[in-house]
């Protein structure tokens, strides 16, 4: 059974930084791409960044490019989502995911 499990949001003051971290079990981890999405209150949930299963290849969202950086580490099978100077409009529920199995998500809430 493919699990994702999400960790490390909270709450941060605009500019400062967190570091997400999605740990995947039941599948073969470094074979997978995986992405990090994000759905804010009243709004359609987004992709925002995602890397490929040997970590050489990425991709960022506009919105998230410069400030956000994504990397792995797959002999723990955790993907990571640097975020820096956070905005109030990075506040969401952070998601990762790979082939269509979504994790719990974990509650960024950036403070003006």
């Known amino acids: 059974e493919v699990q994702l499990q999400a960790s490390g949001g909270g709450l941060v003051q605009s500019g400062g930084s967190l570091r997400l971290s999605c740990v995947g079990s039941?599948?073969?981890?470094?074979?997978?791409?995986v992405g990090w999405f994000r759905q804010a209150p009243g709004k359609e949930r987004e992709g925002i960044s995602c890397?490929?299963?040997?970590?050489?290849?990425?991709y960022y969202t506009d919105s998230v490019k410069g400030r956000f950086t994504i990397s792995r580490d797959n002999a723990d099978s955790t993907v990571y989502l640097q975020m820096s100077n956070l905005e109030p409009e990075d506040t969401a529920i952070y998601y990762c995911?790979?082939?269509?199995?979504w994790g719990q998500g974990t509650l960024v809430t950036v403070s003006s």
């Open positions: 995911n790979t082939a269509g199995q």
């Open positions: 039941g599948f073969t981890f470094d074979g997978s791409a």
């Open positions: 890397i490929s299963g040997g970590g050489s290849v990425t």
